[in-house]
Structure formats: C-alpha cells, structure tokens
C-alpha cells in the first residue's frame, strides 16, 4: 500500500519526519517495505510551452520545437511522438540536474543545438506504469494550469515522500488512506480527520429519476448504494488529483474513472461508474448469471460466466461482473453525459470464486476478497459526488439509492482488563486501555474490570475479546513489554527414533559418508529407471492433485531414486569418490481418506570407492551400532534393481530365531548396469536401501559386560578348496553349529582363486579360535573338535582340506 | 710388577679410544676384563709375589679394573647416543605433509542447523516432537483457526493429494496434535519439512523445513514469548544480538509478532545481509488463539500459551552464509562436504 505523506496529512497532523514516521509505524503493526522520496534531485526544471513543432531535416524522427519557457524561448530537439504545438510540458534547461543525478546539457543533435530537454515522466522519477495515457512514451503533456516558466518541482509539488507499508491479511482496512491515517493519528495521538461527503446539489434531477436497485441475491451483495451525476464533462483530472494518483501508484486516465481510483484508495471502498444511457430502462438487478452466459469485460475479452456468478445486469444484458470488472458496454466513453456511481458491498468468497474462475484479479476484486466494510459504501458513493462537483466534471443529481439488505447492528465486546494484562504480562490500568482503544476510533464503555468497546465498523478483523489484546500490546507497546522465561514444571523428552536417527548419521558420517536430503515428491519414472518390477509395492504412489511437474508428482515410496539422480548430479560435476547416505520417510498408500503411512528409510549410495564388502561393511556398522545381532545376508539375483550377482538381500532374524519368522529389512548391492545407464553415470555405482523404521524399533543400546578371558586360547588355521557354488555364509554356519562350546569364533581371512586351483574352485582360508573359560585346553581336545568341524564341512559341501 | 696394572690402564684407555661401535668396545671388555683377559692375567700371576706386594697390586689391579670398567660404560653410551641420533637424523619426517586420516562425512547443513536449534530449546526445557509431512486440511487449516476462504488453501499454494489430505504448509498442525493429545503443561518444539507450491529460485523451495515451538500452561504471558525467543537468538547468534517485537498477523496467534534481530554481520550498522537495514526478520510468533486451544481440547480460560515458527533453511542461510536456498536440495558433495 503506498501512502503519499502529504496526502495521508490531509487527514491527520503528523510532524515527525519520515524516518520517524516509518520506525513508529512499524512497531504499532504496519510494517514499511520502502520509503521513497521524490523531486528532492530535481534541479532547474521549469515549466515550458511547445510553441512550434518542426521536422528535423536529417532525422525521421526527431522534433525541432521553439519553447516558451517564461523569461525567453528555446529550441529543443526531441523524440517524443507526442509532441504538439501548444502543450504544457516540463523542460530541463541546460545546466539541470535529473534524478539518479543526470545533469542535462545544451548539445547538438544531428547538427542542430538543443539548449535542454522536454522531460517524460520516467525522467522526472516516475514508474512507467503510472504514466498518464497521453503521456505514454513521449514527453509529459501537463494538465493546462500551470504558469509558463515556474520552477516545475515547485509548481507540481513534486517533492513528496511516499511510505510503502505491508499490510496484513486481516487489516484490509489500512489499505487505504483514510486506514492508514486512522493508525497513524492513532500511534501519534493526533486527531483524524474525514474528507469533505457532502457535494452541492446542481441537477434538477434526483437518483432515483435514473435508476432503480433491486438486489435479487443479499447473500453475495449486501448492500447496493448508487448516487448520479449528469452534464458530465469527460476530460483530464486536475493536477492535484493526478498527481496524487501517481504517487500512491496508479495511472490517470480520465476525470470520472480517476475519482472513483481516487475514493477506492481513500476510502478502501471499490466503486465503478456506469454510462447511464447504456442501463435499459434505468434498472440495475444484482443476480447471478445464467449457466454457460458470455460476457465481455472492458478489457475487450469476452466471457464465458457460471451460474454461480454475480452478474449486474439491467433486465435485458448483463453490464458488470459484480466487484471484479465492468462491461465493455457500460465503459465510461469519451462523449458519456450522465453516469451511474455504484457504491456496493459484494460477499468476499463470491467475488474470490468469481475472480479466480475467471482468471481477473482487479484492484476491486482483490479489496472485495480482503472484506470491504458495507458501512462505507454511502459515504464512499458521497465522496464520489462531492469530488465530481469540486472538480467541475458534472452536476450532481440529489439523493441516494440505497439497497442495504445486510445491514447489522455492531454489538460492543466485552474485554476483560485483567485478561488483557494475563495474555500480555503486564499491568495496564482500565483507563489506560480504554484510551488506547479510542485512540483508534473505538467506543468504549467503562465499568468495574471491563470494557465494553465497539470497534470502528472498518475494523472487520475484531470480533472477539481476544482481538484486543493485539491492540492493546501494539499501542503500548511491544517493545515495553518485559522479557521473562516461563516458570514450569515439565520433564524433557526426545523420541528414541529422532535420538536413534541422530544415532546412524553419526556412525555414518564417522565412516567417512555424507549426508544429502532430497524432495519428499519425485517422478513416478523413477521406478522404472531403478527396474521395479511391475507388480512392486512402491509403484502404488501417493499422487499430488496439482504437483509443480511431472518430476514431482507423486510422493516417494523409496530413496533410492533420490540417491541415484544426487550421484549422477556429483558425477557430472566430476566430483570424485562420492559416498552419500540420506534418513527421510517413504510414503506409502493407506486407503481412500486416510493419511499415508510415512515410513523412515535409509539409503547409501557411492561411486569411485567400494566394493561389495566395503558397503556391506557400513550396513553391519549401522546394524552393530544399534546392538542388532545375526544379520543374513542371501544373494539376490531377482531385483531388477542391482547386479544380480553382486546384491544381498538383507535379514534380521525373528524373535525366536525361528528362520521364517525373519524380516527381510533391505537389499544392497552393485546397481545393475542398466539402472546405472538409465541415470547416465560412468562409474560403477554402489546402493543400499534399508527399512529404517524397522531397525530402529530393533535396535538395543545396552550393553552387557562379557568377563574377559583369563585362559589362553588356541587358534588353527584352515584352508578349505572347495566349488565355486559353496558360500562362505554357509560354511561359517556349520563351523558355528559344529564346532561347540570350545569354539571361540571362526574368521575368514583369504578367499583364493588362481595358480594352483583348479578352474571353477576356490580356497577359502579361515581362522578358528579355540578357548575354554575355566581352564587351558590340551591339544587332543583342540583336535578332536576341530576334526569334527572340518569333517562336518566335508560332508556337507564336499570341501577338502588344502595343503598349503 | 706392581706398575704393570697403570701401564695396562694405559693401554686399555687407548683402545677404548679406538674402539667405534658396540663390538669394538665389547673386544676390548674381553681382551681386558675377561676371563682370559689381561688384568685377570695379572692377577692370576700374583702368587710369586710377597703378601704385601700382593695386597698392593691388588689393591691396583681392582681400580684399574673400576676404571676400565667405567670407561667402558662411558664409550658405550656415548656410542649408543651416536647411533640414535644417526638413526633420528635418518628417520626424519617433513612434518609439513598432509595427514592421511579416514575421510569424516558431513551431515547436510539443515539437518545441523536443526540440531543446533532443538539443542538450544531442549537446554531450555523442551521436548521435542514429530508429526507426518502428509497432514489432514483440519489439522493443517481449519483448527489453526485458517479462514475458509483463505487463499494459502488454493491449490497455487497448497500442495493436495486429496481434498482433505494435503501436504502441510507449516510445522503448526503439531500444536493441534500435541494440543489433542497431551495435557498442559506443554513444551515442546518440533521440527519438520513443510511444502508449498513455489518454484524453485534462489529463495524459494517447494520443500523446506521448519521448527515449530509451543508452551502451553497457566500463566504464560507475551513476556513469557519475548524472553524464550531473545534467548534463542541470543545463543544461536551470539550474545551480543537485541530482538525487536513487531506486530504482525497469523490466523492461529493473537497477539502475534514477528521477531527482528539486530543484525549479527554489522552489529546493526547496516551491511547486505541486513540489507542496510541493521535488522534482521528471523520468526514468527504470537499467543495462541484461543480457538485453537479449544480445538486442542485445552481449557481456554485457565491456560494460555505462545507459539512460534523458526524457518530453518533461512536460519541455516544467514549462519553459513548461503545466498541460494537451492544448493540444499542440489546435494554436490563440494557443497555438503564443507559442512563436515
């Protein structure tokens, strides 16, 4: 909302300077975005009269003009497609100074002098889209009322100050002047102030000889107000008028539509003016549109409306969409004599749905969406008037139409001065309340610890006790209010899965992996590019109804697809050696109307470093440092996703260590040279992904102390020749179940292929730790066990001892 | 006979002298000292000798012996303390190469600057808690007291996967949990990834992450909020920082704020992450409603309670420095890497 500080002084007294202003403003609630100052840099422009306008011999287009500019006449060259004789224009005369510090020069321009410059308006620091129309990229044609030769600054009063301010959803009050002086007197203490209502009456005629209202729907219009003005004279505002325009932003176009800009940022109150010869038979009928009706607005684009839209028609056609645009066949024209001024009160969802379905967002649809209070309409209709009048634009025909089906009886509030002083922590007294409350325009009624106070009908954000707290903590002040930390009695505490999550970043990064985190939205080609197989459960999404795109459209079922296009992103940037792990949830569907289970997962990814055994090596980390004991790891070649021979399917085993009660809990592996070349990466690519969710609510952080050995072991080394086919996995199994209680542990620590074994056969070389705890064990028994186990191995997998 | 002992030491001293390495010294012990060295010679030869003669050269004999001996030990050490420091010459490293540790990975910057907030709340009393990214439109909006025709409810804004289920826009639906499920006294922050509908720039993300914070109880007041959030900014930013309590507008707090901080770059000159400003917005805040507080099952009239909202990738920017929200989501390792 830009406010013009001398327009906003109109209204109420304030002597302090803007800085001040601005500072005291922002701690009562109305925060600034800018403060803006204009015409303090402009320096020896004066106003000119273009006397002569001739061809320039050597240009096509440039203009050789002879101007008046008071003391003498000058020539000055200029572009500009709109210059003619006998206008009114700003010239910056040889020697002056621009905003943005231009100094202006005499010099030639195609060989002839130029002694200055006719100015535009962006020149002298105005925004493009303020520019009057007749003014559009050319010079600026001033309004004829100005003295040849005075200072233009001067004249124009083109110093001002203009202060953006934010305003909140719920003060759509402040968006207007009128608002904003009310806050403003009030932080200041200063009186406020209404402009004049109250216009001369000089038509014979009275409202009602032209126009009748009949409001067919009060729930989407409560209130229709509607005043005339005829022997209107279309034509250009007054500079004050314009000039104020500008500043606070909007662009002149016409006498009759820049009053009505002129009242709806005054007042806040959108208002539209109608040609009154184009309303069949003087009726205005408020009503919805028919199913499928065009239209065209005045921005020449022809509509197709919903039955549910308000449509202002006159019996026969329909003439504006109520609170968001004008028809094309009502528009104010060049040679329009008689207007109809509309003041109405349009229902704030109505005229949303209606703006948004269409696609029109106007300054009155966006105030009538915020809440316009219907209370102003008169008044707003009346400012109308008096302006035409003051103006000179038309005579003002007597009276009102009035239609105000919504008119209610603003009740008082009842607010509680101890309740106040609780939610604030402070200890304001009754009448100290009450006179920041009528300070901003509020009834008060004082009794013992209460007050009953009604606000201003503007003030459409206070409706319940509550609300005032606000205003009194602002006009106090916050900044008055004390710091203090809140006494309590309550106990701290942090999930063990968010403390447990903590838990596995630390091991991971201490493994020397690094930490990404990705979208909880991803492309549903994600499961193709990682080969799931058709039938997979993560292919059955959680989907967006308005996703941003495609690559976002649907909510990840798994990481890995995050984790892949992430190295791909690090591969392309050469960045070398990558190894990333991300913890986030997985979102799985649960049913028509419910929330999806969000379920927590655990990718790893990396390329340039590792092997199977090294990431298969930061999964058992994480699963040691969560206490979970007897992982399986089984081969797996059916996933579509990693290299079939180079990927395990990882379990925990079930409570009873009964197998089938294990819990597969992830898959990791090489990715699958397709998948690899689906995300374009030129390395080999290692993945995991692990149901986190799961593990974590296995994970056991105690510890129990084991009594350290206090008998030497015995330890023998074996080396095994055995068919490629046999599993390390399944050999340690059988040394575990044969080899008893003497046997401490078994340790692979060679796996061996090549000279001196046969083609399709390894060597496996283990280490067995024999040890009792109560005693020193003697050979024989070393032997007999260990003779046991490797018959057993024997047996079972037909491996034979090598000799080594 | 009885100078042959002096004359031997004589002798001995100049080989000791000779004497190089540890051998060196050894043979000259033996040839000397031995068994069959030759002041043991001396000694064995004494018997053709008269008593006194024999005590005297005795008495010779075993200081000679003293003496060898000691210049033996001192040889040797000073052989010994040659060899080390040949040695330590030798092994000398340029101290100045790079050390070779295991790589440390880093934990991405918004999970730290997370952690160092729920750290910070948690010294004060709070517990933390969690609640789904996927939320219910009446958890998200309608019991944070949203009007209906609010337009951060519009699908422009507003992430949907139904007309009831959404993926929430703030922290906030915890406080409607929380609220439902526990009985004040409550304290507790939770942190979070929210969404909304922007395209991504560099100061926009459709997700993001927040930290959500809610004291609940009897007698809490608005002096209560300045003081729990001056001290939060105070130690996430040093404690030379002052807060500023603007008034500001949220459907589900009144009053409501938005806390400035003086900036933490310039110390409140003015610089150009304060914009020339010397300030900096850093949350929101406000007491909570009533309406949600009733909605939360909470007796309205007995308790209040503050709110308020900490945006983590904001936070995370002005402490590292960080000028483009979307190097978070890009996740180059150059990036995550410097965060180790």
């Known amino acids: 909302m830009l406010v013009p500080l001398s327009w906003l002084r109109q209204y109420t007294d304030i002597d302090a300077d803007a800085e001040t202003f601005a500072e005291r403003m922002i701690l009562s609630g109305s925060n600034v975005e800018t403060?803006?100052?204009?015409?303090?840099?402009?320096k020896g422009v004066v106003i000119g009269r273009v006397l002569s306008v001739e061809r320039h011999e050597n240009s096509d287009h440039l203009f050789i003009c002879r101007v008046d500019v008071g003391a003498d006449t000058r020539t000055i060259v200029t572009g500009a497609p709109n210059v003619s004789p006998g206008i009114l224009v700003p010239v910056a005369l040889h020697g002056s100074e621009l905003p943005g510090g231009i100094r202006i020069k005499k010099g030639k321009l195609r060989g002839v002098m130029s002694e200055g410059m006719i100015c535009s308006p962006e020149e002298l620091g105005f925004d493009d889209k303020v520019t009057p129309i007749s003014s559009k990229d050319g010079i600026w044609i001033l309004p004829d009322e100005f003295e040849v030769g005075a200072d233009a600054p001067t004249a124009m009063c083109l110093d001002e100050t203009v202060v953006d301010f934010e305003i909140t959803p719920n003060r759509p009050d402040c968006l207007s002047i009128l608002g904003m002086a009310r806050e403003a007197a009030a932080v200041f203490g200063a009186p406020l102030r209404y402009p004049n209502t109250d216009a001369p009456i000089a038509s014979q005629h009275t409202a009602a000889d032209f126009i009748r209202v009949e409001i067919r729907r009060p729930d989407l219009c409560g209130r229709y107000a509607a005043r005339a003005a005829e022997d209107i004279v279309i034509g250009e505002s007054p500079w004050w008028l314009q000039r104020r325009l500008m500043f606070a932003g909007m662009r002149p176009i016409n006498n009759i539509v820049d009053i009505t800009n002129y009242v709806m940022l005054e007042y806040g109150h959108p208002i539209h003016a109608f040609d009154i010869r184009?309303?069949?038979?003087?009726?205005?009928?408020?009503?919805?549109?028919?199913?499928?009706?065009?239209?065209?607005?005045?921005?020449?684009?022809?509509r197709t409306l919903r039955g549910d839209m308000l449509l202002i028609n006159d019996g026969e056609k329909g003439v504006a969409i109520a609170g968001v645009m004008g028809g094309l066949n009502s528009e104010i024209e060049a040679d329009t004599r008689t207007i109809l001024v509309e003041a109405a009160n349009f229902n704030p969802s109505g005229v949303r749905l209606t703006s948004k379905a269409l696609g029109i967002r106007s300054e009155a649809s966006s105030r009538f969406e915020k809440g316009v209070s219907a209370e102003l309409s008169g008044a707003a209709a009346d400012r109308v008037c008096a302006l035409i009048a003051e103006t000179g634009a038309g005579r003002v025909a007597a009276g009102i139409v009035d239609n105000y089906p919504g008119k209610a009886e603003r009740a008082s509030i009842r607010v509680r001065v101890d309740r106040m002083n609780a939610l604030l922590g402070t200890t304001i007294g009754a009448d100290e309340m009450a006179n920041m409350l009528e300070r901003l325009e509020m009834d008060v009624a004082r009794e013992p610890g209460i007050l009953r106070v009604t606000p201003p009908h503007v003030r459409i954000d206070l409706t319940e006790e509550v609300d005032f707290s606000e205003e009194i903590g602002r006009m106090y002040g916050y900044d008055r209010l004390d710091a203090t930390l809140h006494r309590d009695n309550v106990e701290v505490v942090v999930p063990r899965s968010l403390s447990l999550r903590e838990t596995v970043r630390g091991t991971l990064t201490a493994m020397g992996l690094s930490e990404i985190q990705t979208y909880s939205f991803v492309s549903p080609e994600g499961a193709d590019r990682i080969g799931l197989p058709a039938d997979s459960p993560a292919r059955d999404f959680v989907r967006l109804r308005n996703p941003l795109g495609e690559e976002n459209s649907v909510m990840r079922t798994a990481l890995l697809p995050n984790m892949l296009e992430i190295l791909k992103g690090n591969f392309n940037r050469s960045n070398a050696n990558v190894k990333l792990f991300e913890i986030g949830n997985t979102f799985l569907n649960a049913g028509a109307g419910t929330?999806?289970?969000?379920?927590?997962?655990?990718?790893?990814?990396?390329?340039?470093?590792?092997?199977?055994?090294?990431?298969?090596?930061?999964?058992?980390?994480?699963?040691?440092?969560?206490?979970?004991?007897?992982?399986?790891?089984?081969?797996a070649a059916d996933t579509g996703t990693y290299h079939p021979g180079r990927c395990a399917r990882v379990f925990l085993p079930g409570s009873d260590e009964v197998a089938a009660d294990r819990r597969a809990i992830g898959l990791l592996g090489e990715i699958h040279p397709d998948v690899r070349a689906a995300y374009d990466i030129g390395a080999d690519v290692w993945g995991a992904e692990i149901d986190l969710e799961y593990v974590i609510g296995r994970a056991d952080l105690t510890r129990r102390y084991e009594p350290l050995d206090r008998y030497p072991a015995v330890t023998r080394d074996v080396s095994l020749l055995t068919t490629e086919d046999v599993t390390v996995g399944a050999v340690t199994e059988i040394i575990a179940q044969t080899g008893g209680k003497l046997l401490e542990r078994a340790e692979l620590f060679d796996v061996y292929r090549g000279k001196q074994i046969p083609d399709g056969m390894k060597s496996l070389s283990f280490s067995l730790t024999y040890r009792a705890p109560d005693r020193t064990l003697t050979d024989e028994e070393v032997a007999k066990t260990h003779e046991k186990i490797l018959k057993a191995i024997e047996e079972n997998t037909g491996a034979g001892l090598r000799e080594v | 006979m009885l100078n042959k002992p002096d004359e031997l030491l004589n002798e001995a001293r100049a080989s000791i002298d000779r004497s190089a390495t540890e051998a060196d010294i050894e043979a000259v012990r033996i040839g000397f000292l031995g068994k069959k060295g030759r002041l043991t010679a001396i000694l064995r030869s004494m018997g053709d000798l008269n008593p006194d003669e024999r005590k005297e050269l005795g008495l010779r004999a075993n200081r000679v012996r003293d003496e060898i001996e000691a210049l033996i030990g001192e040889k040797k050490r000073a052989i010994t303390a040659a060899l080390r420091a040949e040695r330590f010459s030798s092994e000398k490293l340029d101290v100045t190469e790079p050390g070779k540790g295991v790589s440390l990975g880093s934990r991405h910057p918004i999970t730290r600057t997370i952690d160092e907030i729920c750290r910070i709340f948690a010294n004060m009393g709070y517990s933390v808690t969690e609640g789904p990214e996927a939320e219910t439109v009446f958890n998200n909006f309608d019991a944070l007291n949203a009007a209906p025709n609010h337009p951060s409810r519009d699908l422009t804004d507003t992430f949907y996967i139904t007309e009831d289920i959404l993926l929430r826009t703030q922290t906030s639906p915890v406080q409607v949990r929380t609220l439902r499920s526990t009985q004040p006294p409550i304290k507790v922050i939770s942190p979070g990834r929210c969404f909304r509908a922007d395209t991504p720039d560099a100061t926009h993300s459709p997700m993001f992450h927040q930290v959500e914070g809610l004291l609940v109880d009897e007698g809490v007041t608005m002096a209560d909020l300045k003081g729990a959030l001056?001290?939060?900014?105070?130690?996430?930013?040093?404690?030379?920082?002052?807060?500023?309590?603007?008034?500001?507008?949220?459907?589900?707090t009144e009053p409501s704020a938005e806390m400035d901080m003086s900036c933490f770059v310039c110390r409140g000159k003015g610089c150009r992450v304060c914009k020339g400003s010397g300030w900096i917005e850093i949350l929101g805040c406000g007491m909570v409603h009533p309406n949600v507080l009733r909605v939360g099952g909470a007796d309205a009239e007995r308790y209040t309670g503050f709110a308020f909202g900490i945006g983590v990738e904001r936070i995370a920017m002005l402490k590292h420095g960080i000028e483009d929200i979307r190097l978070f989501y890009e996740n180059d390792i150059r990036f995550i890497g410097q965060f180790a």
């Open chain 1, 35 to 42: 403060v803006r100052t204009f015409g303090k840099d402009i």
């Open chain 1, 278 to 302: 184009t309303i069949a038979g003087g009726v205005i009928i408020v009503d919805t549109a028919k199913d499928g009706e065009t239209f065209t607005t005045l921005d020449n684009v022809t």
């Open chain 1, 595 to 635: 929330l999806p289970t969000e379920r927590l997962s655990l990718s790893v990814g990396a390329y340039g470093v590792w092997g199977f055994f090294e990431l298969k090596g930061v999964v058992e980390g994480v699963l040691r440092r969560l206490g979970i004991e007897g992982a399986i790891f089984e081969s």
């Open chain 2, 230 to 252: 001056d001290a939060f900014a105070k130690r996430m930013f040093g404690n030379d920082v002052t807060t500023k309590f603007r008034p500001h507008f949220f459907p589900f």
